[in-house]
């Protein structure tokens, strides 16, 4: 029926008829295919990759460990995304835009980038250095998300908690990559 996306502002309810394959063929052949997997199901969908014809491959989402994703298939054109959305089930916020690009001794990709999204409704955003970009993304969610679970969701209940919002930011600046924590006082 569908992917439906219920626009949690608009109250409106998209439908797209996505093409989507169950099983990869190893003969069958797209220009690109997209990998929309958490990020611990990424290891079962290696090995059909590896074996598939296909060249670009796009892994979308969190991701901590994209160089190893990308050694993981030395054959192939490996990017990787992030698209600017957000949800619940059937509630969703999506911003109509992707960050798109390869590990920064890869290859610029920015020309197909041009040539997947072109005369689309999404904004793109090409970044020649996604492991970075993802890395910088995970340090800046991941004491967000403890701090919601050490408050069961309501983040009013840290005002004034000086000590935790500290820690916080420690946290957030630890997790950034060595050569942008640098940039830190």
Known sequence: NGLRIKDKFSLRTSVSCIPVVTTLAPDAQYDVIFVVLRYTQLGSALDTLQTNRTKNIVFVGNNVRARALAAALPEKNVLFAFALSAGHRVVSIDLKKITIGQLSDAVSNAGLIEEIFGGTKYRV???????????????????????????????????????YLNRLIDANIEGYPPAIRRRFP
């Open 125 to 163: 955003v090409y970044e020649p250095n996604m492991e970075d970009y993802l890395l910088c993304h995970a340090a800046f969610v991941m004491p967000a998300a403890f701090a919601c679970y050490k408050t069961d969701g309501d983040l009013k209940k840290l005002r004034g908690n000086t000590t």
